[in-house]
């Protein structure tokens, strides 16, 4: 069976394909065995929401099912976005992005949308304490948070790109279909209420329509951020991190990460000189994970 049947899963999150860079065999342990929010998850969530309540542009309309909830984070990327780019200045946050990459969906939640030089620059926020981060820094461990979060924003970016391309109507169908969503139907209601907030649209297919021409019509720029964030101070930026697109080397990437779940391989562990990665790895700490590279007695060392 493949991994995203065995799981049972009809979409893959960016969040779970920035969990497999870090470590694969980490996001498999964490959907066999799933945590509860831990301190600091909470935390960060709580600063996410800080940030967007600061630029909030609220899109309220009531969805009673998975589709018109689908239809709504449509909706609302393209009304973020379109209200950016009609604005040209200033940011949006939190905009749902779906894509269909190697026949799967992805889904995903850019953090931040800013308008710079006349092009939207994607950012990414993350979150940790001033001491956390400068330690970090110190033993050289940012390295490995950098190049996963690079990748991180390397897919959004492919994600909008691959959108650019795309029919809108039979995406929507392929969508629908992925996701299992066919048999449900949309309410005339759904249709007015996003109709009273943008009046050119008046049909779902039209929604998608104006997305695709809006994505078109916008430059993305190459060059993205990531904002490493005080997590008891939402103002404070630690540091910020530029990257750069490189489509050539996202597309390998996805490639191999997305054959993990289109077959039935085994999960793979983190290398010898990234085992300090299982020190805080809790499947480490509670001795689930089998293949560590570290010692026996460090699986039961002071560290436990
Ligand atoms: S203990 Fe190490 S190899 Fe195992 S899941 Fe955690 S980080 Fe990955």
Redesign the pocket.
Known sequence: MLNIERFKKDHINVTDLAMQI?????LE?SIMNPQEATESMKIGRSVHLVLEKAVSIPVNIKATNRKEQLYKSIFTAYYRIKVLKDRGIGSVREIPIYAIIDDLVIAGKIDQLSFFNNELVIVEDKTKSTEIFNSMLNDGRIAAYLNRDTYQLNIYRYMIDSLKRIDGESFMNNLESKLRLSSLSVRERFIEDINRIDPRIDSIKQLFKEFINELNEIRFSDRMSIRYIDRNDSESVLERYDVIYRRDRIEDKLRSLLEYWKTDREAK??SENE?W??KS????RRAI?N????KRNDLYGSSR
């Open positions: 870090w470590c694969e065999k980490q342990l562990g983190v085992a990665k299982c790895c809790i499947f480490y994970c293949i560590t590279p570290l």
